[in-house]
């Protein structure tokens, strides 16, 4: 089965630290999301890309995320520095690029900062 | 930006009960998807509506989209105990692709 891969599935870390989540969305996919999940605020969206050209990262904090793809097999999701807030669930999903596309979640990397 | 409200927050039911979600929309949508997050897991897409009034079935659950495109929901007739999770609608507005979920309406079933 074809499946999103994220990694690493567990981070702790202390404030401060960089921290890096990877994805690996699904071969001949050509968008990537990166969700986080809290349970104040749900799954937030927090950029989106499209043949590896971000078109929407407006629900990330710029001053310390940021995203990239560096190639076709890869999507990063860093943070830096981090803080206790960052602590959720990021879950990066692809789809095939097609409107109204289902997308494929990976399972998801939980962070705690503490 | 877009919005997307879903209610209730939390619904619990007794086996053999029916449960109902709904999700309404502040702008309208091309699309609306609804996934399905098991406990500890993550979403997991069931489907997709995309015409005004358009009803889909899969077994016991009848999803909905509105006639103005703008709301929807997600019915299932007598749940069941593996029917427990958070029920999510995402919808797509005019940006292409872009999706945007609900809070999700956590079920728990009780046998």
């Known amino acids: 089965d074809a499946r999103v891969t994220q990694t690493p599935r567990h981070k702790v870390t202390e404030m401060g630290q960089e921290v890096t989540m990877r994805c690996q969305p699904i071969?001949?996919?050509?968008?990537v999301f990166w969700y986080r999940q809290t349970m104040m605020q749900g799954l937030e969206l927090l950029a989106y890309?499209?043949?590896?050209?971000?078109?929407?990262d407006s629900g990330m904090p710029k001053d310390r995320f940021s995203a990239e793809m560096p190639d076709a097999t890869l999507a990063t999701l860093k943070i830096q520095p981090s803080e206790p807030r960052d602590s959720a669930v990021y879950f990066c999903?692809?789809?095939?690029?097609?409107?109204?596309?289902?997308?494929?979640f990976g399972s998801g990397t939980q962070l705690s900062v503490l | 930006g877009q919005q997307v409200m879903q209610i209730p927050q939390y619904q619990h039911v007794q086996e053999g009960e029916d449960f109902t979600t709904y999700c309404n929309s502040s702008?309208?949508?091309?699309?609306i998807q609804w996934y399905k997050q098991r406990p500890g897991g993550h979403p997991v897409f069931l489907i997709q509506?995309?015409?005004?009034?358009e009803v889909k079935k899969q077994k016991r659950l009848t999803f909905q989209f509105g006639e103005a495109k703008k709301n929807s929901s997600l019915h299932i007739t007598a749940t069941q105990t593996t029917d427990v999770g958070t029920y999510f609608c995402?919808?797509?507005?005019?940006?292409?692709?872009?999706?945007?979920f609900g809070q999700g309406t956590i079920l728990t079933v009780h046998p």
């Open positions: 999903a692809s789809g095939p690029g097609s409107l109204g596309e289902k997308l494929f």
């Open positions: 071969l001949g996919h050509n968008t």
């Open positions: 890309f499209r043949n590896r050209a971000p078109l929407d």
């Open positions: 702008t309208t949508l091309s699309n």
């Open positions: 509506l995309v015409k005004s009034g």
């Open positions: 995402a919808g797509s507005g005019t940006s292409y692709g872009k999706l945007t």
